[in-house]
Each structure stands twice: as structure tokens, then as C-alpha cells.
């Protein structure tokens, strides 16, 4: 290649170099991209960092627009020999445009444009061929292999717009009697012989029904036995936060990857073709093709693209053939053998450690936080605390208290999600306010009482109930101000600038004397402020009463508890599904906890109503079996009595006959 002349400065050789390899430099890209969206987009399931998740929705909405470009550029290329090879990377484009296994939507939205995707399939289905048609020719194997590539292609971006609809609102819906028809007849987990990890995957997949019909806000129409008693089973067992969490992962795969559409007999038929179709593209251009007329870069580059494609689609087929979908499907069909292995398969990876919650929530305390800095913008808040990971103390007291808050309601969701009700048989103080100022006024007395008690010096040890209840007091608060989304519609972070511009003027030390003898010393504004003074009011108000301190930590902890769960229900369900890209809340799991246990608390009942009426009638029918067997013996005695009466008569008759008979005769 000859020299540039010197008057062709720094822009020109950019330029030229540019116009001379721009279609390898989208393809190489093209394909980098989709090897990161594979290798990383499984990673959103339990949290990443920040620059990751921005390096990720870079690279998603990258790669479309990149395949797009590219596919365009190959359109006015030339159909010289020397692009013969260019010519034949256009279905590898239309393979890339189908996008990879572990991410078909970034955010939840992009499933509702599945529509627009469909259009784009149109359009670059026909683009495709128009490369094809205008430029190939020569070789008829690189033609067929073209050709097959160009069907797998379009094949690809049927199925990744098949996800997307599935993973849509009006697809999911049709999940709730599919997962229930699927339970039917088979065995129960109690007793099967499982080992605990395979029992959690197993009762997400059988329970997955209830969650889907949580996300999707409307009533489960029917349950089976079999659910019934796997939930029954699982909730005795205190397994219940497993599987809910399991099942969390199983709906961020059907939100956010192809899960949808894998594991159906379609999706197993699509990625056997593909590799096969990849295979044959291998050979023919390997052993087939003659290469003497190709530059040396453009044959390296394809082979870069077949090979590539081929380890991508079997590294995802195999994952899918090993993922906890496939091993459902075999425990259903009862094929023991290979369950056996796959479950085996599944331990040597730790396959269900990385589908499981982080367990990790985020903290923020007010007092702390107002202590420690003179920004109050809300805006400009920095130095968050580090999230803490909560402990199963902490998540087993959330499961008693939410467990005896069914029990009194019944399962009915009308008193389970009410923020006005009893914890530990005490009634709650009722506050008249915005759900966001029952936060703030819950988190102070909280802060108050937890600073009190480590003032007073008595007997005992509360140490898992003192540190759930802060956990789950700077739980709420950090959730009112990174997400108020999460929370009730309406709610302000705004209350939570105003309480940190006044909580500055309090001494956090002078609390505990304030609740003991009502004096405190403040200054400025913050007794006109009605949080921070209802805060405090409350928190003496609940010292006052003289309760055990024991009894006193129940009462705060269950009140947290409750507003977890209202705020939970009145979550508005697309801010639930859209933090499961981002690791997930345990708010998410609370609601979802507090749903489970609703519906198996108005099964059991049922199920106790439907035994007690078996029982009644069964008695009932074992007295009207008595009453027949008596009337059947009286009759029988009755008939007897008849004929012995009978026979007595016509005894006396025959005797009475023979008498006159042997009168005359005498």
C-alpha cells in the first residue's frame, strides 16, 4: 500500500483508514458486544456495581444499533470478489441482532416495545436478503451456508421478540394455570427424599403461580393439592424466604432473559439448529471454500464469527439444558436418571448460590446522618452507609410476627395490609398522617427508645430484637430516600431534607434523659416541626406505658413490620419488578412473603371447613346407617313375629279340622 502524500493530515488518515476497514471494525465490534452481554448480563440478579450497570446498558442499546448500521454499510457495498466474505457476515449481523440468553431487556419497558422489534425483524429480514441477493454469488457452499445462517438469523430474532412478549404483562398472565395444571398428581416434597437445595428449586417452580399472580395484581383462580401441601411444608419448615427468593430469580428470568422461550420444545429446536447451521458454515468455509482471493484479515474475521457464534449458542444451550428449568421439566416426567445427573451437574457449578438474594439492605439514619454532615441537599447526599446483610434472626422475627398478623385476619388481604391493627395484642398508636411522615415519626421514637434502653441498665438479652428493629427502621428511611418509588404513591423525600435541616439541633445524648424526665434541650426551629416533635411524643408515649422491655421491642418491631407490609402491597408492581434488575428489596420478599402466607392461611381454613364437613357427613352417614341396620332388624323381627303367629293360627286351624273330622266316627 503505497504512502499517504504528506499534505493529508491526522483527520485524513482516520478517514481513510476508516473508509477502507469500517465494515471489519462493526463486525469485530458487533460481536464484542454480544460475547459482554452474554458474559455479563446474568450479573444484575444479585447486584452490581454502578459502573457495571452502565457499562451494560451502553452495551445493550449499542449492539442493535451497531448490527443495524452494519447491515445498512454491507448494502451499498459493492458485490465485488474481493467482498464476497463481507457478503456472507450479514446473517452473522441478523444472528447478533437476536441478541443473547441472559439478557433480552435491560429495563422492564423494553418488553413492552416487542412491537417495534417486530418491525425491526421485518425491515432488517429484508435488508438481509437484498445483501444477499444483489452481492453473493460464486461458491455454491458459501451461498447454502450463507443462506442457512440468513434463515438461523431471522429464526434468532423471532425468538428473542417471542421473549419479549412473553415477558410482557399480557404474556405473563397466562402463566398462573399453566404452572398450576403442571402440579398436578405428583408426589409431595415431605418425604421425597430431597436434599434442601433441591427441595427450595423445586417449591419455587411448584408455589411460582402465587408469586406471578401477586406481580400480576389479581387472585389466584384455583390451587392444588399438591401446592397446597408443598406450601404447608415449606412454611413449617421456616423455607419459605428460600423458595420466595428462588422465586424472585425465576421471575427476573422471565422478565429479563429468554427463559420464556428456551425451555419450550421451539426454543430447544431453534439452538439445535443453530449449531448444526453453525457447524455447517464451519465446514463449508474450512474445508469447501477456496480462500486464495480473500485478504487474510477478512478470512480471520469470519473465522472469528463462526467460531464465536458457535461457542456462544453451545455455552447457552448447555446452560439451559443444566438450568433449574430443565430440571423441573425432568422431575415432572418422572426421568429420575437424568435429574439425577443434572442436580449433580448443578452442585459442581453452585448453581442455585448465585440465583439466590444478596441478603443485603440498605441503611440510612437520620440522626446519624444530620450529626455528621452540614449538606442537607438532598440531591447532593454522599457518604451512604454501607448496606448491612440481614440476618435470619432478623428474618425469622419478620416471618412470626407477619404469620400471627394472618392468623388474626384469616388470610384476608383487607386486614393484613391495614397500617390501624394489634401487634403482640397491643393496638398501635394511630397517627393521622402521610405515609412518608409515619416513617420519619416511627424512625425517631425508634432512635429514642433504642438509645434509652442502652441508657437503662436492667436484666436481659435483646439483642436480635434491638438490632432488627434499627435494621428495619433505616431500611424504611433509605428506601423514602433512594427509592420512594418503592414506597406509597405520593411520598416525598422532601419531609426527609426538612427532619435532617432540624434533627442538627438536637443532642442525640439528651434523648434517653428526655424520655426519662421529660426534658430536652433544643434549639432553633424544631419544635415547630411536627415530625420530629410527633417522633419524640410517641417514643415517650411508649415509654410511659410501663411495659416490659421485652415487651416494648415487640411492639416497636411489629409495627415496623406492618408498615414493610403495607407499603409492600401499595407498592405499585412494575417498581417491584423493575429492583429485581438490580439485585432486588427485601421489601419485594416481605410482600411477597406476607402474600404466601395469606393464601395458605385461607386454604388451610378451607381445607379445615371442606374436613369438617367430610367428618359431619360421614357421621351423619354412619347415624342414618345405624337408624337402617335397627329399622332392617325390626322389620326382620317384625316378620318373624308375623310368621310365628301365622304358623301358630294355622296350626290351631288344622287342629281344630282333624277334630271335627273324628266326630262322627266316635
Not at 425 to 431: K, M, T
Not at 454 to 463: K, S, V
Not at 557 to 577: E, I, K, Q, T
Amino acid at each position: 500500500m503505497s504512502s499517504f502524500p504528506e499534505s493529508i493530515g491526522r483527520g485524513g488518515v482516520v478517514l481513510h483508514m476508516w473508509n477502507q476497514w469500517a465494515i471489519q471494525i462493526l463486525v469485530l465490534t458487533s460481536f464484542s458486544l454480544q460475547v459482554f452481554l452474554f458474559l455479563v448480563g446474568g450479573t444484575r440478579r444479585r447486584g452490581s456495581s454502578t459502573v457495571l450497570r452502565v457499562l451494560l446498558w451502553l452495551a445493550y442499546l449499542t449492539a442493535d444499533t451497531v448490527a443495524t448500521y452494519t447491515l445498512g454499510h454491507l448494502a451499498i457495498t459493492s458485490g465485488s470478489h474481493l467482498h464476497q466474505l463481507l457478503v456472507f457476515w450479514a446473517p452473522f449481523l441478523l444472528l447478533h441482532l437476536g441478541g443473547q440468553d441472559t439478557i433480552t431487556a435491560y429495563a422492564l419497558e423494553d418488553n413492552r416495545l416487542w412491537l417495534r422489534h417486530l418491525q425491526t425483524l421485518v425491515l432488517q429480514f429484508l435488508g438481509v436478503a437484498y445483501v444477499l441477493y444483489r452481492c453473493l454469488s460464486g461458491s455454491w457452499g458459501l451461498v447454502a451456508a450463507a443462506i442457512l445462517m440468513f434463515i438461523l438469523g431471522a429464526a434468532k430474532y423471532g425468538d428473542r421478540i417471542w421473549a419479549l412478549k412473553c415477558a410482557d404483562n399480557i404474556g405473563i398472565d397466562g402463566l398462573t394455570d399453566k404452572y398450576c395444571d403442571e402440579v398436578l398428581n405428583n408426589r409431595y416434597l415431605e418425604g421425597s427424599g430431597m436434599e434442601e437445595e433441591e427441595m427450595v428449586m423445586q417449591g419455587a417452580h411448584v408455589l411460582l403461580s402465587i408469586c406471578v399472580s401477586q406481580f400480576n395484581d389479581c387472585t389466584l383462580k384455583k390451587t392444588t393439592l399438591y401446592q397446597y401441601k408443598t406450601l404447608e411444608y415449606l412454611v413449617g419448615s421456616k423455607k419459605i424466604y428460600s423458595v420466595i427468593e428462588m422465586e424472585l430469580s425465576l421471575m427476573y428470568d422471565m422478565m429479563y432473559t429468554k427463559a420464556g422461550v428456551i425451555h419450550t420444545w421451539y426454543g430447544h429446536g431453534i439452538r439445535l439448529f443453530s449449531v448444526i447451521t453453525i457447524v455447517h458454515a464451519f465446514v463449508q468455509f474450512r474445508f469447501f471454500i477456496n480462500k486464495d482471493g480473500y485478504r487474510r484479515v477478512d478470512v480471520d474475521i469470519t473465522y472469528i464469527l463462526v467460531v464465536g457464534a458457535f461457542v456462544l449458542e453451545m455455552t447457552s444451550w448447555i446452560m439451559a439444558l443444566g438450568s433449574t428449568w430443565t430440571r423441573h421439566f425432568l422431575y415432572l416426567r418422572g426421568w429420575n436418571r437424568l435429574y439425577r445427573v443434572t442436580v449433580s451437574l448443578r452442585r459442581l457449578v453452585n448453581a442455585v448460590g448465585w440465583r439466590m438474594w444478596s441478603g443485603n439492605v440498605g441503611q440510612f439514619n437520620l440522626f446519624k446522618y444530620a450529626q455528621e454532615h452540614a449538606s442537607m441537599d438532598m440531591h447532593k447526599l454522599k457518604d451512604w452507609a454501607p448496606p448491612v446483610h440481614i440476618s435470619a434472626p432478623t428474618k425469622d422475627l419478620v416471618l412470626n410476627v407477619i404469620t400471627k398478623i394472618v392468623a388474626r385476619h384469616g388470610g384476608e388481604a383487607d386486614g393484613l395490609y391495614s397500617l390501624n391493627q394489634k401487634v403482640e395484642n397491643r393496638e398501635l398508636p394511630v397517627l393521622d398522617c402521610d405515609f412518608d411522615t409515619r416513617i420519619i415519626i416511627w424512625h425517631i421514637a425508634t432512635h429514642a427508645i433504642l438509645l434509652w434502653m442502652e441508657d437503662e441498665e436492667r436484666e436481659g438479652d435483646d439483642r436480635d430484637y434491638k438490632k432488627a428493629i434499627k435494621t428495619l427502621s433505616d431500611y424504611m428511611v433509605f428506601l423514602l430516600v433512594k427509592h420512594p418509588e418503592m414506597l406509597v404513591a405520593h411520598t416525598s423525600r422532601q419531609l426527609c431534607l426538612e427532619a435532617l435541616n432540624l434533627l442538627k439541633f438536637v443532642d442525640t445524648k439528651e434523648l434517653a434523659e428526655y424520655l426519662s424526665r421529660n426534658t430536652l434541650q433544643v434549639q432553633g426551629p424544631l419544635m415547630k416541626n411536627d415530625p420530629c416533635v410527633r417522633g419524640m411524643a410517641l417514643a415517650k408515649s411508649l415509654v410511659g406505658n410501663e411495659w416490659e422491655r421485652h415487651h416494648l421491642l415487640e411492639v416497636v418491631f411489629g409495627a415496623w413490620v406492618v408498615m414493610l407490609c403495607y407499603a409492600g402491597s401499595h407498592c405499585n408492581r412494575d417498581s417491584h419488578a423493575r429492583r429485581l434488575s438490580c439485585g432486588g428489596e427485601f421489601l419485594t420478599i416481605v410482600w411477597q412473603l406476607a402474600g404466601h402466607l395469606s393464601h395458605y392461611e385461607s386454604e388451610k381454613r378451607e381445607h379445615a371447613r371442606k374436613e369438617a364437613g367430610t367428618a359431619k357427613w360421614r357421621e351423619e352417614d354412619r347415624k342414618h346407617t345405624m337408624r337402617r341396620r335397627r329399622s332392617l332388624i325390626g322389620q326382620q323381627d317384625g316378620t318373624l313375629q308375623r310368621d310365628v303367629e301365622l304358623g301358630a293360627t294355622s296350626y290351631s286351624q288344622i287342629d281344630q279340622g282333624n277334630m271335627s273330622n273324628a266326630a262322627p266316627a266316635t
